[in-house]
């Protein structure tokens, strides 16, 4: 079963508007991490956000957002008043388990969304 | 801070060459990731290592693939023999225990 979902291969915005990408996402641990990357068409993977389960409030990193929803398994990204500089692919990631432990996890990665931003 | 660095950031080569992948991740870091991507897999993680140990390689396609980390700032992803199959972007990725991790910029593999 795909553990992380992204069920928009596409999507357009105008610029200045706001856009909601989608990302669900399957764990049975209760400790867990969600990340938002970013893939400009000149390849480099750009790390955006980070949710951790157990944070009470959702993560902001300047025009981005995530909309954490627990009971959902949902962590959808927000960007607000999109530049064109936005237009790429965005992965949803997770990590399973404790972000404490002394070590590093595997991250699983979805399919991804590419976006486009029109002028 | 130089981010993680990946050599040769091209790659084109003949099958059943040799092919051998470079990365020195960010210093500090003591976990390390291989990555391979291409449109029909999307980002399938092939190993990552903790403390220059390998933790899980159960994502290396076969026993062509071979990788290592001789010390915390090195590691190399080596193909051999290649295949026009393995044509893909690599990249390495490093973090901190398990916070984000840092991508390089990939290199792109070409086998003919």
């Known amino acids: 079963a795909q553990k992380i979902t992204q069920t928009q291969p596409g999507m357009f915005v105008q610029e200045k508007e706001a856009v909601t990408l989608d990302c669900t996402y399957d764990t049975s641990d209760p400790s867990y991490g969600l990340f938002w990357y970013k893939q400009p068409s000149s390849g480099e993977m750009i790390f955006l956000i980070y949710q951790g389960s157990y944070d009470q409030q959702n993560a902001t990193e300047g025009r981005y957002s995530l909309n954490f929803q627990k009971a959902r398994k949902s962590a959808n990204l927000v960007i607000s008043a999109s530049q064109l500089g936005d237009s790429a692919m965005y992965f949803c990631?997770?990590?399973?388990?404790?972000?404490?432990?002394?070590?590093?996890?595997?991250?699983?990665f979805g399919p991804g969304t590419r976006l486009s931003v029109l002028p | 801070d130089a981010g993680v660095i990946q050599s040769p950031r091209h790659e084109v080569t003949e099958m059943g060459q040799e092919v051998t992948l470079r990365c020195k991740p960010i210093s500090g870091h003591n976990s390390l990731f291989w990555y391979r991507q291409t449109m029909m897999r999307g980002l399938e993680l092939l190993i990552y290592?903790?403390?220059?140990?390998?933790?899980?390689d159960s994502g290396m396609p076969e026993d062509r693939f071979s990788a290592k980390m001789p010390n915390a700032s090195f590691s190399t992803l080596k193909i051999q023999p290649s295949e026009p199959r393995d044509s893909a972007v690599y990249f390495c990725?490093?973090?901190?225990?398990?916070?984000?991790?840092?991508f390089g910029p990939g290199t792109r593999l070409t086998v003919t």
């Open positions: 990631a997770m990590r399973e388990g404790r972000s404490t432990e002394n070590y590093g996890q595997n991250f699983v």
């Open positions: 290592f903790n403390n220059n140990v390998p933790i899980d």
């Open positions: 990725a490093s973090s901190i225990m398990s916070y984000e991790q840092y």
